[in-house]
Nanobody, 126 residues
Framework: VQLQASGGGLVQAGESLRLSCAAS???????MGWFRQAPGKEREFVAA?????????RYAASVKGRFTISKDNAKSTWSLQMNSLKPEDTAIYYC????????????????????WGQGTLVTVSS
């Protein structure tokens, strides 16, 4: 499985960005997610789609209401629409996927994900 993340960039606070992740190598992914890592901080969960439960979505509290995760099964891609960006959203964003059944239960945990994209940098200026 290979994941390719794209769409990062430099924006001002309040603006929007859309990240995309293109996956190859499998036809079904139990969970598709986004994580981020800010300078000097640990990688943290941002959002996930759980395919096992019909495509339900989950969000970190810090992004709920501003970010939307979506998927295109036909193209094996998922996206993260980020609105009302804040300087604290500045980070490298990683897409990831879990291929095991229990990946969906622990979607917010890094060990639940088996494959990771290379990361795309999002910088939000104040």
């Amino acid at each position: 499985v290979q994941l390719q993340a794209s769409g990062g960039g430099l924006v001002q606070a309040g603006e929007s960005l859309r990240l995309s992740c293109a996956a190859s190598g499998r036809t079904f992914y139990y969970v598709m997610g986004w994580f981020r890592q800010a300078p000097g901080k640990e990688r943290e969960f941002v959002a996930a789609i759980i395919n096992r439960s019909g495509g339900s979505t989950r969000y970190a509290a810090s992004v709920k209401g501003r970010f939307t995760i979506s998927k295109d099964n036909a193209k094996s891609t998922w996206s993260l629409q980020m609105n009302s960006l804040k300087p604290e959203d500045t980070a490298i964003y990683y897409c990831a996927t879990g291929l095991r059944g229990d990946s969906a239960s622990y979607y917010y945990q890094i060990p639940s994900y088996d494959y990771w994209g290379q990361g795309t940098l999002v910088t939000v200026s104040s």
